[in-house]
């Protein structure tokens, strides 16, 4: 989607200077805004965002993502009027009670030649015989891969960080999807600290305010200051990095915490006079308005630099390592809310542009989100290619060719000066592409400009292809039998992640054994060091177990994928309990002498000695090729009788003997398996006698 350009004049000493910013020489702009009309298309509001220059709607504006339109009629403090193109504001919250509002842009813009940030800001308006004002304005960026919706917890998260509601017991809220970094202009001082557990997690990058008690939450306070959190992605992350106080590591004398600031973030403007026009509105503000400064330089390892215009000139308040690496793209917002302390939050005259220029036409191809991790042969991959003109010129006939992806489709033909697009293809994974373990391709933007062709230098995107998770398991019953009634029986569980990701709180249920234990409960990829351990527990037979003959448990084992659950396929072992609940006798029917040659015929009775109905009730006898039996279903106490025969061979006659052994088996309706003891018959035989 292209860029909204600004195009209405700036009020004195509210634009201008942004203006002469984007058109000085330096970076490629990117996005120019002035939230001074009745449309702001390239953004998306949510909760509150709304515009004073357009017309006022009835009620307030709906909650979640929306359309940015009119503010409500009904507002509380000194608002700007509305309908007020070209005057208006992007109003976040009037000063009413518990306001929350956000505005998002949700296109990604190039982060390789850094970003360069500047917009205006106002927070105004509390009555300042009821407390402090509250709660501050928040600029954010994100990761250009995920998809920008939603922003994160308001009240002291400010739109970014996630949050505890009533610690501690309370719901969590997430924090703003895909996270890289959130600039708070924390004016009433909790963003600073990390209370509501903003600092879950963050134990090696810890606020110096820490994690107190929801009683010392007013004093843990950082009124006043800039504070700046890292990358986050629901409930983790979102850490302190740095923020503007003299004391970044130890306890100050007295709190709430001190900044070092050099003014206020908070504009003096508590009233508006009756009936004022926007002309009149925007001067009477000026005094409030806080022009910021956000840069990065160009990655992988950027470098983050805060300015804040007090009104005599911007001031550099905050310099600091960024993130590293940054995300190939970004993507941004503002937030801002209020509680039970309150303020009017606006903004205005946002310029985006890069640190450093632009080629004449840049690529940036990316994986969207969610980014397909587990793939196979089949599957599909949704491609984005971020084309940015950073000429002067228009580049017509716009195309992006990818040998493997196949044809990119572009949204438009014809690209702006500094205008930036986003073109799409899908890529159907193949097994070849399995077998290597990565999707690795590189793409080119091309067009022609009035200079002749244009073409962007190469991007490239390697996807790694991982192996779905799975989980297996062995079981075994490491107390030989026989069993009884009291007898304790210990099991142990070879459990083997045979996937490609590591799997962390690995355990063991089984529907008879309670208090399984692991050797290890993380487990890496298959084929590596760690990819399997040994679980044990045991189990007691009981008087019910000895009365039914057997005990069947069942087992799973279980690991986790961040919020995945895997299991195993489900491990049962039946032990047999007491004596055999199946007998078998065998006789030999057939009259002596055995030679070579003769047939003996075999006789079994088989007789079902146990509680159960037996099915498939069979004898197996290792010289008898085939025995038949006249019953296959034996109810209890029900015998059977079975008949088999054997041929004597030469062999039987060299030795002198035949010895066969056999065994009675079958199956009850849940498909135990119940056999007999072993029994075996020995016949002497010889050779026919020589006459002379």
Same mark, same amino acid.
Request: proline share 9%; with cysteine.
């Given at each position: 989607?292209?860029?909204?350009?600004? $195009? /209405?004049?700036?009020?004195?000493?509210?634009? !201008? &200077?942004? %203006?002469?910013? *984007? +058109? #000085?020489?330096? @970076?490629? =702009?990117?996005?120019?805004?002035?939230?001074?009309?009745? $449309? /702001?298309?390239?953004?998306?509001?949510?909760? !509150? &965002?709304? %515009?004073?220059? *357009? +017309? #006022?709607?009835? @009620?307030? =504006?709906?909650?979640?993502?929306?359309?940015?339109?009119?503010?409500?009629?009904?507002?509380?403090?000194?608002?700007?009027?509305?309908?007020?193109?070209?005057?208006?504001?992007?109003?976040?919250?009037?000063?009413?009670?518990?306001?929350?509002?956000?505005?998002?842009?949700?296109?990604?813009?190039?982060?390789?030649?850094?970003?360069?940030?500047?917009?205006?800001?106002?927070?105004?308006?509390?009555?300042?015989?009821?407390?402090?004002?509250?709660?501050?304005?928040?600029?954010?960026?994100?990761?250009?891969?995920?998809?920008?919706?939603?922003?994160?917890?308001?009240g002291g998260s400010l739109g970014y960080a996630k949050k505890q509601q009533a610690p501690p017991?309370?719901?969590?809220?997430?924090?703003?999807?895909?996270?890289?970094?959130?600039?708070?202009?924390?004016?009433?001082?909790?963003?600073?600290?990390?209370?509501?557990?903003?600092?879950?997690?963050?134990?090696?990058?810890?606020?110096?305010?820490?994690q107190p008690s929801m009683d010392g939450d007013f004093f843990e306070r950082g009124p006043n200051m800039v504070t700046v959190r890292g990358p986050g992605n629901g409930l983790d992350g979102y850490c302190y990095i740095t923020a503007t106080t003299d004391f970044p590591h130890s306890q100050p004398p007295s709190k709430p915490w001190p900044s070092n600031l050099p003014g206020d973030l908070q504009g003096p403007t508590t009233s508006l006079p009756a009936g004022v026009s926007p002309q009149e509105a925007e001067t009477l503000l000026e005094v409030s308005r806080r022009r910021v400064g956000v840069r990065l330089t160009p990655g992988p390892h950027p470098t983050l630099t805060v300015t804040v215009d007090f009104g005599s000139g911007p001031r550099e308040v905050l310099d600091v390592a960024a993130p590293a690496p940054a995300p190939p793209t970004y993507k941004f917002g503002f937030a801002a809310s209020t509680g039970h302390f309150t303020d009017v939050h606006l903004i205005r005259n946002v310029v985006i542009e890069t640190d450093e220029p632009l080629p004449a036409l840049n690529l940036v191809k990316q994986v969207t989100e969610p980014r397909p991790g587990h793939l196979a042969a089949g599957d599909h991959v949704t491609y984005e290619f971020v084309v940015t003109n950073g000429g002067q010129v228009p580049v017509t006939g716009l195309h992006v060719a990818d040998?493997?992806?196949?044809?990119?489709?572009?949204?438009?033909?014809?690209?702006?000066?500094?205008?930036?697009?986003?073109?799409?293809?899908?890529?159907?994974?193949?097994?070849?592409?399995?077998?290597?373990?990565?999707?690795?391709?590189?793409?080119?933007?091309?067009?022609?400009?009035?200079?002749?062709?244009?073409?962007?230098?190469?991007?490239?995107?390697?996807?790694?292809?991982?192996?779905?998770?799975?989980?297996?398991?062995?079981?075994?019953?490491?107390?030989?039998?026989p069993y009884h009634a009291g007898q304790?029986?210990?099991?142990?569980?070879?459990?083997?992640?045979?996937?490609?990701?590591?799997?962390?709180?690995?355990?063991?249920?089984?529907?008879?054994?309670?208090?399984?234990?692991?050797?290890?409960?993380?487990?890496?990829?298959?084929?590596?060091?760690?990819?399997?351990?040994?679980?044990?527990?045991?189990?007691?037979?009981?008087?019910?177990?000895?009365?039914?003959?057997?005990?069947?448990?069942t087992a799973v084992a279980f690991g986790h994928e961040d919020d995945r659950v895997i299991s195993s396929p489900p491990s049962q072992q039946t032990l047999l309990i007491g004596p055999p609940r199946l007998t078998v006798t065998k006789r030999v029917?057939?009259?002596?002498?055995?030679?070579?040659?003769?047939?003996?015929?075999?006789?079994y009775t088989v007789t079902n000695t146990g509680p159960r109905v037996l099915h498939d009730v069979a004898v197996a006898d290792d010289r008898v090729t085939d025995v038949a039996c006249a019953l296959a279903t034996l109810a209890p106490g029900q015998s059977t009788a079975c008949t088999g025969m054997y041929q004597v061979t030469a062999l039987d006659v060299s030795l002198g003997r035949v010895t066969n052994i056999a065994q009675a088996a079958g199956l009850d309706s849940d498909g135990n398996a119940f056999v007999s003891l072993l029994t075996t018959a020995t016949i002497p035989v010889g050779s026919i006698p020589v006459t002379g």
């Open positions: 989607m292209a860029v909204t350009a600004i $195009t /209405a004049a700036p009020a004195p000493g509210a634009g !201008g &200077a942004a %203006l002469a910013r *984007a +058109a #000085a020489p330096g @970076g490629t =702009p990117l996005v120019l805004e002035t939230f001074k009309g009745a $449309t /702001a298309p390239a953004f998306t509001g949510y909760n !509150g &965002a709304c %515009l004073t220059g *357009a +017309a #006022a709607r009835p @009620g307030a =504006p709906p909650t979640g993502g929306h359309a940015l339109g009119g503010c409500g009629e009904a507002e509380v403090g000194p608002v700007p009027p509305l309908d007020a193109a070209p005057h208006g504001y992007l109003k976040l919250t009037d000063a009413g009670h518990d306001r929350s509002g956000a505005v998002l842009y949700d296109h990604a813009l190039p982060a390789s030649a850094g970003l360069d940030v500047t917009f205006d800001v106002w927070q105004y308006g509390n009555d300042p015989n009821t407390g402090p004002p509250a709660d501050g304005a928040s600029f954010f960026l994100t990761d250009g891969e995920v998809n920008l919706t939603a922003p994160g917890a308001f017991t309370g719901p969590f809220i997430d924090g703003v999807e895909g996270g890289y970094l959130g600039v708070g202009l924390d004016v009433l001082g909790n963003y600073f600290a990390d209370t509501e557990q903003r600092g879950l997690g963050c134990e090696h990058q810890r606020s110096p305010a820490g040998p493997v992806v196949g044809p990119v489709t572009c949204p438009v033909a014809t690209l702006a000066p500094h205008e930036t697009v986003t073109c799409t293809a899908t890529y159907t994974v193949t097994a070849a592409d399995v077998t290597a373990g990565h999707i690795s391709n590189t793409a080119v933007a091309a067009g022609e400009a009035t200079t002749g062709p244009v073409t962007s230098p190469p991007s490239s995107e390697n996807l790694d292809i991982t192996q779905p998770p799975s989980l297996v398991m062995e079981k075994l019953a490491e107390t030989p039998g304790t029986v210990h099991y142990s569980y070879l459990v083997t992640n045979t996937g490609g990701v590591t799997l962390d709180d690995v355990h063991v249920t089984d529907d008879h054994v309670t208090g399984t234990t692991c050797a290890a409960t993380v487990l890496t990829p298959a084929g590596s060091p760690g990819d399997h351990a040994t679980c044990h527990g045991s189990y007691v037979i009981t008087a019910a177990d000895a009365a039914d003959g057997l005990v069947t448990n029917t057939s009259p002596a002498p055995f030679l070579a040659g003769s047939t003996v015929q075999y006789q």
